[in-house]
């Protein structure tokens, strides 16, 4: 048998649903297993978006779509991106994907070629490097350090870029640390972006998941309209990743021919999805608004809890739905060894901070998405075990 694409082998993954096969066959062995690995919020779709989904249905929202969406989402969109962040976008600059990461997907396809560099966070949503190396470009880390609230350091930014750099991808919130960039460190990427021809790459879908501060998207500095594409999405702030909807904003030169992208692969997102959407954004449920104060109830929770076992140390996140502990204190391995034996010992399901590139050496990610009763327990049985280990080690020496 002839062998397969080259490309193929360049393509990573998100090791969060590897995890997730391992502990749920745990589960099946008879286990308790408290899952902190997936990033997904554990409410459900408000019913308001729901009962708009079923109705569609009913309606016989059952058809093909245009490529780019339907005109009422999409209008949707940019009115709520102009009255929630400021952000002047018009209608014909959306594009609606079944899920974010097809923008993501389409953005860097689009944009990069053989010989192109993109710089990524990293730590860092892994498809990020994975999707820079599958368009053939190379992918050049930009480490986030605690030392600096997991924000970028500007001066090493710039140190990074060279003639061949062709896009940065930003993420604030971000996944896994929970740190964010401000009105500042925006200003500054723009303006490097501006002096260097840049693309920016702007992963806002955390946007509406933020405990401290203000927003802030490149989007709204000047002259970055026309080298910003914004990726968005519904999953994470309307509790709806099972049906598969997000969007991204393009510079008007880029939309047609990423519409093309989705009529050769996805040809639409279903019609029914987007009516769901359109709900969504024009009454703004409720629960929203619970969900968040929910998290930010968590966040504090865990944090504390981390924070009282020795050898853990964990920064308070501003936004998103993570904790991203230290645990070298621990001095029981590398991460990922850490969040295996967690993982089998422990009855914990975690993700080593590793997934996210090799800063996230030292760390774990802990998804709070889950239950104040379950956080409680999972940090109550870390910390039995680190005990029990750590004094192991003392007694083996």
């Given at each position: 048998?002839?062998?397969?694409?080259?490309?193929?082998?360049?393509?990573?993954?998100?090791?969060?649903?590897?995890?997730?096969?391992?502990?749920?066959?745990?589960?099946?062995?008879?286990?308790?297993?408290?899952?902190?690995?997936?990033?997904?919020?554990?409410?459900?779709?408000?019913?308001?978006?729901?009962?708009?989904?079923?109705?569609?249905?009913?309606?016989?929202?059952?058809?093909?779509?245009?490529?780019?969406?339907?005109?009422?989402?999409?209008?949707?969109?940019?009115?709520?991106?102009?009255?929630?962040?400021?952000?002047?976008?018009?209608?014909?600059?959306?594009?609606?994907?079944?899920?974010?990461?097809?923008?993501?997907?389409?953005?860097?396809?689009?944009?990069?070629?053989?010989?192109?560099?993109?710089?990524?966070?990293?730590?860092?949503?892994?498809?990020?490097?994975?999707?820079?190396?599958?368009?053939?470009?190379?992918?050049?880390?930009?480490?986030?350090?605690?030392?600096?609230?997991?924000?970028?350091?500007?001066?090493?930014?710039?140190?990074?870029?060279?003639?061949?750099?062709?896009?940065?991808?930003?993420?604030?919130?971000?996944?896994?640390?929970?740190?964010?960039?401000?009105?500042?460190?925006?200003?500054?990427?723009?303006?490097?972006?501006?002096?260097?021809?840049?693309?920016?790459?702007?992963?806002?879908?955390?946007?509406?998941?933020?405990?401290?501060?203000?927003?802030?998207?490149?989007?709204?500095?000047?002259?970055?309209?026309?080298?910003?594409?914004?990726?968005?999405?519904?999953?994470?702030?309307?509790?709806?990743?099972?049906?598969?909807?997000?969007?991204?904003?393009?510079?008007?030169?880029?939309?047609?021919?990423?519409?093309?992208?989705?009529?050769?692969?996805?040809?639409?997102?279903?019609?029914?999805?987007?009516?769901?959407?359109?709900?969504?954004?024009?009454?703004?449920?409720?629960?929203?608004?619970?969900?968040?104060?929910?998290?930010?109830?968590?966040?504090?929770?865990?944090?504390?809890?981390?924070?009282?076992i020795d050898g853990v140390t964990c920064r308070m996140p501003h936004g998103a739905f993570y904790v991203?502990?230290?645990?070298?204190?621990?001095?029981?391995?590398?991460?990922?060894?850490?969040?295996?034996?967690?993982?089998?010992?422990?009855?914990?399901?975690?993700?080593?901070?590793?997934?996210?590139?090799?800063?996230?050496?030292?760390?774990?990610?802990?998804?709070y998405a889950a239950s104040l009763d379950q956080l409680r327990e999972a940090t109550?049985?870390?910390?039995?075990?680190?005990?029990?280990?750590?004094?192991?080690?003392?007694?083996?020496?």
């Amino acid at each position: 048998m002839r062998p397969l694409a080259t490309r193929l082998t360049r393509l990573g993954t998100e090791t969060a649903f590897e995890v997730l096969a391992r502990a749920r066959a745990l589960e099946a062995k008879g286990r308790s297993i408290i899952h902190l690995e997936i990033g997904e919020p554990d409410f459900d779709t408000p019913p308001s978006v729901i009962a708009a989904g079923a109705a569609a249905l009913r309606g016989g929202d059952t058809h093909y779509t245009p490529s780019a969406g339907i005109p009422e989402l999409r209008e949707a969109i940019a009115r709520s991106l102009r009255t929630r962040r400021g952000l002047s976008v018009d209608p014909s600059q959306v594009i609606v994907t079944p899920g974010a990461k097809p923008i993501m997907f389409y953005a860097l396809l689009a944009l990069l070629e053989e010989g192109d560099e993109a710089i990524y966070p990293d730590p860092g949503f892994p498809i990020y490097s994975s999707m820079i190396a599958f368009s053939g470009a190379r992918g050049v880390p930009l480490p986030l350090r605690e030392a600096n609230d997991f924000a970028s350091d500007l001066d090493e930014l710039r140190s990074l870029v060279t003639e061949r750099t062709k896009l940065i991808v930003l993420n604030s919130p971000h996944n896994p640390t929970g740190g964010i960039l401000d009105a500042a460190a925006i200003r500054a990427i723009s303006q490097l972006a501006r002096e260097r021809d840049l693309w920016v790459l702007s992963d806002e879908i955390y946007a509406d998941i933020l405990y401290d501060g203000t927003h802030h998207s490149p989007l709204s500095e000047p002259g970055m309209a026309e080298r910003t594409i914004l990726l968005d999405g519904f999953s994470k702030t309307f509790a709806m990743t099972g049906w598969r909807l997000g969007f991204g904003v393009f510079p008007k030169p880029l939309v047609e021919p990423v519409t093309r992208l989705v009529t050769n692969s996805v040809s639409c997102t279903a019609a029914f999805v987007q009516r769901a959407g359109v709900e969504a954004l024009a009454h703004w449920p409720r629960e929203v608004a619970a969900m968040v104060a929910a998290f930010e109830e968590r966040r504090r929770v865990m944090v504390a809890a981390l924070n009282g076992i020795d050898g853990v140390t964990c920064r308070m996140p501003h936004g998103a739905f993570y904790v991203f502990p230290n645990i070298t204190g621990l001095r029981l391995g590398d991460s990922a060894t850490v969040a295996d034996r967690i993982l089998n010992e422990a009855g914990v399901a975690t993700l080593a901070g590793t997934c996210f590139g090799s800063a996230g050496e030292g760390y774990l990610r802990l998804s709070y998405a889950a239950s104040l009763d379950q956080l409680r327990e999972a940090t109550s049985r870390i910390a039995e075990w680190s005990r029990a280990e750590r004094s192991r080690s003392v007694r083996s020496t």
